[in-house]
């Protein structure tokens, strides 16, 4: 008989969630409008220190609705961290702008900025007077929950004038010298789908400090219905908003937001002081870097392991043995770069994003993994570095 499957980073309720869903049912507001949504946009703008947010049903479509709002469209070019997952760049495709995808630095795994400039020159630099505002937006990715480079990243915001949008994504709770991930751009971006550290199975918001512009989303994500006795419409809408069925859901995981991010740091811990047994006798496995300006919520734990340095042992043998042993893991984000779809847009870099997709592997992270299930997982890498 084969053991129940660990997964990589499972839904995680609270067990308040039927109460609050009850309470929403209740109140018959059973739909992408009610008091769930009002006050969890409320709770999560004070929690992450935000002026306001629009709640929506995905980060996709948050992260489109940001492009609208910055005016990106055909023929505007934007900068976008290459090491992230295609819900980050459709966006741009869907406003018929053309995606600029820049390396990782090989710390964070997060935007390099020094890859970002030679970007932006490069494009400044080949155009003519009229290529400056058609570089609409930079989107660093807080890939993992391992905060970006923000202060050289906003500092290129500010000295090209270009808007920043961060792919928060991955990394509610996370900070950077303290301040939320999410808060330092015009626009932040969470998510809330099944896999992320907290979820209304599907949902997404997004942050910023200038509330004309969150207006302004609510209105565009609810069919840009203008204010009329009959239903008036001046411009194209869109239909992104969150149910306030699923803000119930989303104010019970908040109830548990901070205990979810010790126990995925408490995972992280865990696999490092498991490698570190295995680093002592010769072998090299490395880890995403949380920089000193740094505290990574750790939503996935993911590790490199380069041939080179640890006697031939390789990503895939690993990842081969966990799933025999029905344990889910899997590979660093293949780079947008060497994406099929995107094959054809511009690439700034020197080859980190690839390497990182050679040699890396995400491993069991969720916020429920109990002590067995670390012991299969321990297990079965024992086996692999046991059997080389
Ligand atoms: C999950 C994710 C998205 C997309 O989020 P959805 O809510 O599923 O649309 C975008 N970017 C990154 C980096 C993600 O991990």
Same mark, same amino acid.
């Given at each position: 008989? *084969?053991?129940?499957?660990?997964?990589?980073?499972p839904?995680?309720?609270?067990?308040?969630?039927?109460?609050? +869903?009850? *309470?929403?049912?209740? =109140?018959?507001?059973?739909?992408p409008?009610?008091?769930?949504?009002?006050?969890w946009?409320?709770?999560?703008?004070v929690?992450?220190?935000?002026?306001? &947010?629009?709640?929506?049903?995905?980060?996709?479509a948050?992260?489109?609705?940001?492009?609208?709002l %910055?005016?990106?469209?055909?023929?505007?070019?934007v900068? +976008?961290q290459?090491?992230?997952?295609?819900?980050?760049?459709?966006?741009? /495709?869907?406003?018929?702008?053309?995606?600029?995808f820049?390396?990782?630095?090989?710390?964070?795994?997060?935007m390099?900025?020094?890859?970002?400039?030679?970007? /932006?020159?490069?494009?400044?630099?080949?155009?003519?007077?009229?290529?400056k505002?058609?570089?609409k937006? #930079? /989107?660093?990715?807080h890939?993992?929950?391992v905060?970006?480079?923000?202060?050289? #990243?906003?500092?290129?915001?500010?000295?090209y004038?270009?808007?920043?949008?961060?792919?928060?994504a991955?990394s509610?709770?996370?900070?950077?010298?303290?301040?939320?991930?999410?808060?330092?751009?015009?626009i932040g971006?969470?998510?809330?789908?099944?896999?992320?550290?907290?979820?209304t199975?599907?949902?997404?918001?997004?942050?910023?400090?200038?509330g004309? %512009?969150?207006?302004?989303?609510?209105?565009?994500?609810?069919?840009?219905r203008?204010?009329?006795p009959?239903?008036e419409?001046?411009e194209?809408?869109?239909?992104y908003?969150?149910?306030?069925?699923?803000?119930? /859901?989303?104010?019970?995981?908040?109830?548990?937001?901070?205990?979810?991010?010790?126990?995925?740091?408490a995972n992280?811990?865990?696999?490092r002081?498991?490698?570190?047994?295995?680093n002592?006798?010769?072998?090299?496995?490395?880890?995403?870097k949380?920089?000193?300006? &740094?505290?990574?919520?750790?939503?996935?734990? &993911?590790?490199?392991?380069?041939?080179?340095?640890?006697?031939?042992?390789?990503?895939?043998?690993?990842?081969?043995?966990?799933e025999?042993?029905? +344990?889910?893991?899997?590979?660093?984000?293949?780079?947008?770069?060497?994406?099929?779809?995107?094959?054809?847009?511009?690439?700034?870099?020197?080859?980190?994003?690839?390497?990182?997709f050679?040699?890396?592997? &995400?491993?069991? =992270?969720?916020?429920?993994?109990?002590?067995n299930?670390?012991?299969?997982?321990?297990?079965? %890498?024992?086996?692999?570095?046991?059997?080389?």
């Amino acid at each position: 008989m *084969k053991s129940e499957r660990i997964y990589l980073s499972p839904p995680h309720l609270s067990g308040l969630e039927k109460e609050y +869903i009850g *309470k929403t049912l209740d =109140s018959n507001w059973v739909a992408p409008v009610g008091p769930d949504l009002d006050r969890w946009e409320q709770e999560l703008s004070v929690m992450v220190g935000s002026k306001d &947010c629009c709640l929506l049903n995905s980060a996709t479509a948050a992260l489109h609705l940001s492009l609208v709002l %910055l005016n990106v469209g055909p023929g505007d070019l934007v900068f +976008i961290q290459s090491h992230t997952y295609a819900g980050s760049v459709y966006p741009i /495709i869907y406003q018929g702008a053309t995606p600029v995808f820049i390396d990782s630095e090989p710390d964070s795994w997060n935007m390099s900025p020094e890859s970002l400039e030679e970007a /932006i020159r490069f494009f400044l630099d080949k155009g003519d007077s009229s290529t400056k505002v058609k570089l609409k937006a #930079i /989107i660093p990715v807080h890939i993992y929950g391992v905060p970006a480079n923000m202060d050289k #990243i906003m500092a290129l915001g500010t000295k090209y004038e270009i808007p920043v949008v961060e792919d928060a994504a991955e990394s509610l709770g996370s900070k950077y010298r303290g301040r939320y991930t999410g808060t330092f751009g015009k626009i932040g971006v969470y998510s809330f789908n099944g896999n992320k550290i907290i979820t209304t199975s599907g949902g997404g918001a997004l942050m910023s400090n200038d509330g004309h %512009l969150v207006k302004r989303a609510r209105f565009l994500a609810t069919q840009a219905r203008e204010e009329a006795p009959h239903y008036e419409h001046s411009e194209t809408g869109y239909n992104y908003r969150l149910s306030n069925v699923l803000a119930g /859901i989303g104010r019970a995981q908040m109830k548990v937001l901070q205990n979810r991010i010790e126990a995925r740091r408490a995972n992280f811990e865990h696999y490092r002081r498991y490698f570190e047994k295995w680093n002592k006798k010769g072998y090299h496995v490395e880890f995403q870097k949380e920089s000193t300006a &740094c505290f990574s919520n750790r939503w996935l734990t &993911c590790i490199l392991i380069d041939p080179l340095k640890n006697k031939g042992l390789t990503r895939e043998k690993i990842h081969h043995r966990l799933e025999e042993q029905n +344990i889910e893991s899997r590979p660093l984000w293949k780079p947008m770069h060497l994406q099929p779809a995107f094959k054809n847009y511009p690439f700034i870099g020197n080859g980190t994003a690839d390497h990182l997709f050679k040699i890396g592997l &995400c491993l069991p =992270s969720g916020s429920n993994m109990d002590k067995n299930q670390f012991k299969r997982v321990f297990e079965t %890498l024992d086996f692999c570095f046991n059997n080389q």
